[in-house]
């Protein structure tokens, strides 16, 4: 398809960890990203992946690639009240630099 | 480094009114885009520019332009504003050194408009 999907939301506990999941569209964009978006602020890069990783760690935040089905996750371990925003993730294509977004998924934490 | 800044922060407006928005990018950062986000549409690119040239353009109506100064600061105009203008508009930057390289865009905090 022409656009990268995301679920609008995702409610878990607090504690638990929560899956963003994503699916782009094209399989040659090189770089994938996540970013974070609080209430009334701008855009937060969280991190990003090169498309030849299948995955990728960083304390609480694990990122993993299919780049067979065009499926990337994001994982947030122990999940905390503070993590509560809306999650973008983006693609790069190379062909004009230009990333393509998600609708943004809004991550919900229940006490 | 000082990171992207975005004026004015808010901004209200009548509707048939022009408006314009500023963005400073990051220092060394070359590329500029503008994203327009609203509850409804979520976030829309409306054009990037990169050293004083338009690269890519999203599917807005012209009386959104834009441009981009030789230090790179860039401004976005809206022209004859109407009240699904009503958004927060967003400015990221990037060093955009080329293909092959991650490119990642820095986002400012946005301007909140607000049409009447």
């Known amino acids: ?111 | 480094k000082a990171g992207v800044t975005q004026t004015p922060r808010y901004l209200i407006k009548t509707r048939g009114q022009q408006v314009t928005l500023s963005c400073s990018p990051i220092s060394g950062h070359r590329s500029v885009s503008w994203y327009q986000q609203t509850p409804g549409q979520g976030l829309q690119f409306l054009f990037e520019y990169f050293s004083e040239t338009q690269r890519n353009k999203g599917n807005f109506p012209g009386r959104f332009s834009g441009r981009q100064f030789s230090n790179s600061r860039s401004e976005m105009n809206v022209s004859t504003l109407e009240l699904g203008d009503s958004a927060l508009y967003l400015c990221a930057s990037s060093y955009s050194p080329g293909t092959g390289t991650t490119d990642t865009q820095y986002f400012g905090p946005g301007t909140r408009l607000t049409v009447l």
């Not at chain 1, 990268?4 to 409610?11: A, C, D, H, R």
């Not at chain 1, 090169?50 to 760690?57: I, L």
Request: charged fraction near 25%.
């Open chain 1, 1 to 111: 398809g022409e656009d990268v999907e995301q679920s609008l939301f995702l409610s878990v506990r607090e504690g638990d960890s929560s899956v963003i999941n994503c699916t782009y569209t094209d399989s040659s964009s090189t770089y994938l990203y996540w970013y974070k978006q609080e209430p009334g602020a701008g855009l937060q890069l969280l991190t990003y992946i090169f498309s030849n990783m299948d995955m990728k760690q960083d304390q609480r935040l694990t990122v993993l690639l299919n780049k067979k089905d065009k499926h990337l996750s994001l994982r947030i371990a122990d999940t905390q009240t503070g993590d509560s925003a809306i999650y973008f993730c983006a693609e790069r294509r190379d062909s004009n630099y230009q990333l393509i977004w998600g609708a943004g998924t809004k991550l919900i934490i229940k006490p």
